[in-house]
């Protein structure tokens, strides 16, 4: 009997780890899957022969990938989300900002959360198995994402680069001048609170690659007042979030205003020689939703330079179809100009999109169904990010 039993816990034992092991295997995939749907017709969206010629010839950019969240091979062509390097590449982009996600609030909503919220990236690192330094550090977990982009950029230089430095980007459009099929990364953060408090932790950040920064995310953090913060209006800027901006400013930083408070853009808009970007949006005007910053605050950005990346998801262009991003993208253009808009798909964000990296010809074909001219075309989809990035990062 003893022996039988003992066989039985053996067996039960077995199953356990197996049910484990599975779990693991299969779970983050499932939540990604769920999380991040790909919302292509069957038969495509359709694309003229005149519409990807054009799209063949752009540089296109792009400033908000999440890709880095959800630990898969960057390298390799996923069955689930919207970027890696193969599709990215298929669609011709040339400069992919990957931005690293550390912590979001559970039931996160556009009009208020609190900072005091259980967290939604915890428990996905721990499932993921990522380095138990990056468990309970907001800090370490921004250092493993970044470090899994290096690892694959080291590992195919001839698909995948870093942008650090302006010589680095011009090396990456020289090559894809050239006929090299290469993306340039550019590393950024979703949100200022890896800095956990510490400036110091800027220079850390800073010399691991990060060259964008949002202040904020779904919360008010250490910077200052989120757009979806505590009261639903968010705080302007911290005397710790001046800090950083003019940190930010001297090190040839993108500082990136998504999520931030009405009062915290307007401070940093005060700040000289402030030049904030507005990374992942749509327009207000256009459509109402609470995610998108007020269109006056959008305007004083672009007036100081910066660029506004319009959103492919449904939350801020009030549809799902590519047709309904060019519209978006057109009330931009109406709003602040053509040399202030550009593209920021948000994708891999936890939002579903009409169309992935590889098929972003979409796109180009609706721009031109909505009129825009190729040189227009040509400024949106990347020709106003390369040009702000060459101004803006680091001269190495």
Request: glycine residues 12%; charged residues 20%; hydrophobic residues 45%.
């Amino acid at each position: 009997m003893v022996a039988m039993l003992k066989r039985i816990f053996a067996a039960v034992a077995v199953l356990v780890v197996l049910a484990a092991a599975a779990f693991l295997v299969f779970a983050p995939g499932y939540v990604e899957r769920g999380l991040n749907p790909l919302r292509i017709p069957v038969d495509g969206w359709p694309v003229s022969a005149e519409a990807r010629a054009l799209h063949d010839r752009l540089v296109i950019g792009d400033w908000h990938s999440d890709a880095l969240l959800w630990d898969r091979d960057i390298l390799d062509r996923a069955d689930r989300g919207h970027t890696d390097v193969p599709r990215l590449l298929d669609g011709n982009v040339a400069v992919q900002v990957f931005t690293t996600v550390t912590k979001s609030p559970r039931g996160q909503n556009y009009d208020q959360n609190s900072t005091d919220a259980p967290d939604n990236i915890t428990p996905l690192f721990i499932g993921q198995l990522r380095p138990v330094r990056s468990w309970f550090s907001l800090r370490e977990r921004a250092l493993v994402q970044a470090e899994a982009l290096a690892r694959a950029a080291e590992a195919a230089p001839d698909r995948l680069r870093l942008i650090r430095t302006r010589a680095d980007l011009q090396a990456v459009l020289d090559a894809r001048a050239g006929g090299q099929r290469v993306l340039g990364a550019v590393l950024g953060s979703e949100g200022g609170h890896p800095l956990e408090g510490e400036i110091g932790n800027l220079d850390v950040l800073y010399d691991a690659g990060f060259r964008l920064m949002g202040l904020t995310h779904f919360f008010d953090n250490e910077l200052g007042g989120s757009l979806h913060g505590e009261g639903g209006t968010g705080a302007g800027l911290s005397d710790f979030g001046r800090q950083v901006v003019e940190g930010m400013i001297e090190r040839g930083m993108v500082i990136d205003l998504a999520h931030a408070s009405p009062l915290m853009v307007q401070d940093v808009l005060a700040i000289p020689d402030a030049r904030p970007v507005l990374s992942h949006t749509g327009i207000r005007g256009h459509c109402g939703s609470h995610r998108n910053l007020d269109d006056e605050l959008v305007r004083q950005i672009a007036s100081k330079g910066g660029v506004i990346g319009i959103g492919f998801w449904s939350d801020v262009v009030c549809g799902g179809t590519p047709a309904h991003i060019a519209e978006s993208i057109v009330a931009a253009i109406a709003l602040v100009g053509e040399d202030h808009v550009s593209l920021g798909s948000d994708y891999d964000g936890s939002v579903g999109v009409p169309f992935d990296a590889a098929h972003l010809a979409a796109l180009t074909q609706a721009l031109l169904d909505q009129g825009l001219s190729e040189a227009q075309i040509a400024k949106v989809m990347g020709g106003n990010m390369i040009r702000y990035l060459s101004e803006t990062l680091p001269e190495g």
